[in-house]
């Protein structure tokens, strides 16, 4: 009797764990029951595959959550899910998920810094953004330079203009080193190339002047243009006389409109004022505005002037300037 039993307990159990089996492999075999619009999820620091398995299950994706903390401990993926966002798609499977969280490929997210941005408008841009982690909230220019690791650099212009992608969780810190590095190994890449004879004495002078050049150009075409204007004014002593320069001079008071006073105003960064470079860039300029000041347009022009359909009519003698200037600007 006592083997009878014994021996229907092991067919019993043999029926259970094929049953058991069959169950396993149908769940791995199955997709969860993500949305069709997906889900973001996110795999917090610390976390491990039971926490993932019970908030899909409370979530209603998952009406097994042994079977995956199972799976996962039978492929090793348990022990190297990597924290982050992800999205999950529909028709995902259970090895698909396990295989999705040990890549770590996390959710990106994107944020552009604009040619022509002051500093101000980056951290604006920055503080804004939902996917940054932020940690120099109210903190004052120079002490976020300090916290950057550059304490001595004015932060006008030290930042490349472009589109950064980043996992959320990203600080602000980290994301504002990274477009300073950006904006340093340009410079370095650049600088060495330069043409000859130019007025530029060190990267950071081809960086004011870029940063001008980029606020006075309404057309990409037209930069290395201007920046030839700029070049011969330097080389002949002349003053730049750039509005953008006097507009930043003019910081909040600026309202749209350059008044006579203002272009007296005794300001470094008042080109009307004063002969030279700004003591620092006046925006961000991007890499083409850079290349520009670098390789300047040939040319006699030592003038130009807004034709008010984002170009300009560029002029080598006062004369001719004025002529230009009564055409398009007294005219309109």
């Known amino acids: 009797m006592p083997q009878r039993i014994i021996g229907l307990t092991i067919i019993l159990a043999s029926f259970v764990f094929a049953w058991l089996m069959m169950d396993f492999n149908n769940f791995i075999d199955t997709p969860l029951g993500i949305p069709t619009d997906g889900e973001v999820y996110e795999l917090r620091l610390g ?5 993932l398995a019970n908030d899909l299950h409370e979530m209603g994706y998952l009406d097994k959550p ?6 996962a401990r039978w492929d090793g993926s348990a022990k190297k899910i990597k924290a982050g966002e992800y999205q999950f798609s529909p028709g995902m499977k259970p090895r698909d998920l396990l295989n999705l969280l040990t890549s770590g490929k996390v959710m990106s997210y994107s944020l552009t810094l604009v040619e022509g941005w002051n500093f101000k408008q980056v951290l604006q841009a920055v503080g804004q953004h939902s996917a940054l ?11 976020i ?8 650099e004015h932060p006008e212009g030290r930042f490349l203009p472009d589109t950064y992608r980043f ?4 600080t602000d810190k980290a994301f504002l080193r990274r477009a300073h590095e950006a904006m340093r190994k340009i410079l370095e890449s650049e600088w060495p ?24 150009t309404g057309l990409a ?33 600026y309202k749209g409109n350059i008044r006579r006073r203002d272009l007296k105003r005794d300001s470094p960064y008042n080109t009307y004022v004063h002969k030279g470079l700004t003591p620092t860039p006046i925006s961000m300029p991007g890499a083409d505005a850079i290349r520009s000041v670098l390789h300047p347009e040939d040319g006699k022009a030592l003038y130009f002037v807004a034709r008010g359909d984002g170009s300009h009519q560029f ?16 005219k309109r």
Do not use: C, W
């Not at 042994?66 to 799976?71: A, C, E, G, K, N």
């Not at 002029?315 to 007294?330: D, I, P």
């Open 315 to 330: 002029s080598a003698t006062l004369k001719q300037h004025n002529q230009a200037v009564r055409k398009y600007q007294l």
């Open 47 to 51: 976390s491990t595959v039971s926490t």
């Open 193 to 216: 190339e330069r043409q000859e004879g130019l007025p530029l004495k060190t990267p950071y002078e081809a960086l004011i002047l870029a940063s001008i050049v980029e606020k006075e």
């Open 66 to 71: 042994f079977y995956l903390r199972l799976l």
């Open 221 to 253: 075409s037209e930069r290395p243009a201007i920046a030839g204007v700029f070049i011969r004014r330097l080389k002949k002593g002349m003053k730049l006389q750039t509005d953008p320069t006097v507009i930043y001079a003019m910081g909040d008071e």
């Open 167 to 170: 996992p959320r969780g990203t």
């Open 133 to 143: 982690t932020q940690t120099l909230k109210d903190l004052p220019p120079g002490e």
């Open 145 to 152: 330079m300090k916290e950057l690791g550059y304490p001595d």
